[in-house]
């Protein structure tokens, strides 16, 4: 019985050894199984998917970027008179002449569009006779003034000769006493606030007083800024100013007989920012206008 026990213990171990040998071949012959093992790793499970948004909503869009808004600067408030500026002569007419190429004309334009900028930097409305080299009549110069209820007239010029920098304020003086006519009333005429009509040639007669006053106030500016200035306005029979219906004043500057251009036009600036202040003086604009000095 020892026996059989023991034959049947060799038998298994024999039948155990063979089973081993075999799973090992059997690994030995399949190599690219492993290898698909290594190149094929298991799958990660895909994460849970997200959850739709309600039915019916709409996208939110992404904020807009905030930008700082730009802020212009308001114009100016025109309340005051309208201030005509007439630089004078023009076109073929070119006003006085210096020898060093220098004409009147131009110089008279360039002061008119800077007084004009002045002017309305101040809160003034500003119209010119003229803002290129043409000629109105004395005529259209004059009508462009009276179409306004209130005006104020200023005709720029240069003269021939002087010392630089010598200035003049001039207000219109008639040479004799008005004396209305039948002949007088039915040319041209002129109506005033009051419905009564005056010929164009005596139009500025009404506005004497006035106009003196403004060509006072503009010189004792000018007189203050050009030392060689008089100290008080010249009364002249200046052509501009007969026919306008409004406080009128001619201002001239010397001269264009300068050796150098430049020694004149330089001062156009303080010319023109001294005869605002003169307006400014004699019609102030409120306090409350932007730019008001």
């Known amino acids: 019985m020892r026996r059989s026990f023991f034959y049947a213990f060799i038998i298994c171990v024999g039948l155990s050894s063979a089973v081993l040998a075999r799973g090992i071949s059997s690994n030995a012959l399949h190599p690219r199984a492993q290898q698909s093992d290594q190149q094929n790793p298991p799958q990660q499970a895909a994460p849970p998917p997200q959850a739709p948004s309600p039915q019916g909503a709409p996208p939110v869009p992404p904020a807009p970027q905030q930008t700082p808004q730009q802020q212009t600067p308001a114009p100016p408030v025109h309340v005051g008179p309208v201030v005509v500026i007439d630089p004078g002569h023009g076109g073929t007419d070119t006003g006085a002449r ?27 409305r500003v119209v010119m006779t003229r803002s290129d080299d043409s000629n109105p009549s004395y005529e259209d110069r004059a009508a462009l003034a009276n179409a306004y209820r209130d005006a104020i007239f200023v005709s720029l010029h240069v003269s021939s000769t002087g010392a630089t920098g010598n200035t003049r304020a001039y207000f219109y003086q008639f040479p004799v006493p008005f004396q209305a006519t039948d002949t007088s009333l039915q040319s041209s005429a002129v109506k005033q606030g009051s419905g009564t009509a005056i010929p164009w040639e005596e139009a500025q007669r009404p506005f004497a007083e006035q106009s003196r006053r403004l060509a006072n106030l503009v010189q004792i500016e000018l007189m203050h800024r050009f030392s060689r200035s008089p100290n008080a306005p010249t009364p002249a029979a200046v052509r501009n100013l007969r026919s306008v219906a409004a406080p009128a004043v001619a201002v001239e500057i010397s001269s264009v007989s300068v050796s150098d251009p430049i020694a004149l036009t330089s001062l156009s600036g303080l010319f023109a920012a001294s005869i605002a202040r003169g307006i400014a003086a004699f019609r102030p604009m409120p306090a409350s206008v932007p730019g008001l000095p």
């Open 98 to 124: 210096g020898a060093n190429g220098l004409v009147e004309k131009d110089v008279v334009l360039q002061v008119g569009k800077i007084l004009r900028a002045e002017l309305e930097r101040m809160g003034y």
